[in-house]
């Protein structure tokens, strides 16, 4: 895939170049960590699509770590997929940048905050990390919806699927990023990627939503398949298994422990209505690299 590349500013140039990053992945989901504690530069989405189409560095999301603005967090951190968008939570991408903070600290536990809020991650075991992903919200409003309905746990959303059961009455749930959860009898039988793009972009989510398939194999076991909010279809999506769970607890057809095998693995999630969603799960790192600063050049010039 050609290399995008950007017209910056000499100062902008100097910022982004040569930086170091860390790819890793959730269970598969490609992230790339980027600390820019030292810096006050907020990464673009043109610079976000820069770097996701240079091939080493290639992400479903970048996390990008910024200097803490709450007392006793240690960073705030900005969420970018691929196609340069923001995103208010990323479970996978959660627990690899509890990883970068944590290696090579004798501490357990890291908290770092998002737009969504504050979250804290335990480690567990060699690279297993458990995350407080906060409180589920159902509200229209905190979805987003884009008009009020009668129920958000069975939406009026339906898509017709030749030969398949329709997909009907998603569950509605955020977990800082808004997620539609479709149960079915069988989630690989679907072309997902065929139908993702336009669920995500229905009119009834003012800001897409994350798109999910479902299949409840029995209370405690869920098989997961997400279309990722600009970012497409994914191995796995962490706050997608916990609006799964979620939605399958509050629907009454699972336990408040449940595992969510996902295309790159599981993640096990607890939740007891009315209170927090716990996810746990591996993160593992790849490699570091640097940014070229070819990526940033200006080749207009
Ligand atoms: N892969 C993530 C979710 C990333 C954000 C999502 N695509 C959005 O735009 O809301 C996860 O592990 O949760």
Redesign the pocket.
């Known amino acids: 895939m050609p290399v995008p590349t950007l017209t910056l500013l000499d100062s902008q140039l100097n910022t982004l170049a040569n930086l170091p990053f860390l790819k890793m992945n959730?269970l598969g989901?490609e992230i790339v960590v980027l600390d820019l504690r030292h810096t006050s530069h907020i990464v673009t989405a043109d610079e976000a699509r820069a770097i996701a189409g240079f091939a080493r560095a290639g992400f479903?999301?970048l996390m990008v770590l910024h200097a803490p603005r709450s007392e006793g967090t240690d960073a705030f951190v900005r969420?970018y997929?691929n196609d340069g968008?923001e995103?208010g939570?990323?479970?996978?991408?959660t627990r690899c940048v509890a990883w970068a903070i944590l290696r090579n600290s004798d501490r357990d536990t890291a908290t770092v905050e998002t737009a969504a809020g504050l979250l804290v991650c335990q480690r567990v075991g060699d690279d297993v990390f458990s995350v407080d992903m906060g409180a589920p919200r159902f509200d229209w409003q905190d979805i987003p919806l884009a008009h009020d309905v009668a129920d958000t746990n069975a939406l009026p959303l339906r898509r017709d699927v030749p030969g398949l059961p329709a997909l009907d009455a998603p569950a509605g749930v955020s977990m800082g990023?808004?997620h539609a959860v479709f149960f079915v009898a069988d989630a690989a039988a679907y072309d997902l990627p065929a139908i993702g793009p336009g669920l995500e972009h229905d009119p009834l989510f003012p800001e897409r939503a994350?798109i999910s398939l479902a299949q409840v194999v029995d209370r405690q076991h869920i098989l997961l398949r997400v279309w990722?909010?600009?970012?497409g279809e994914?191995r796995?999506?962490?706050?997608?298994a916990c609006a799964a769970a979620v939605a399958a607890i509050r629907r009454g057809l699972a336990d408040e422990r449940v595992e969510v095998q996902l295309p790159g693995g599981s993640l096990i999630i607890d939740y007891r209505e009315g209170g927090t969603v716990r996810m746990t799960g591996p993160a593992e790192f790849e490699w570091r690299d640097s940014l070229p600063p070819s990526l940033f050049q200006d080749t207009a010039a």
């Open positions: 959730g989901n479903d999301q969420i997929n968008s995103a939570a990323c479970g996978n991408g990023n808004p994350n990722e909010r600009g970012a994914t796995a999506c962490g706050s997608g």
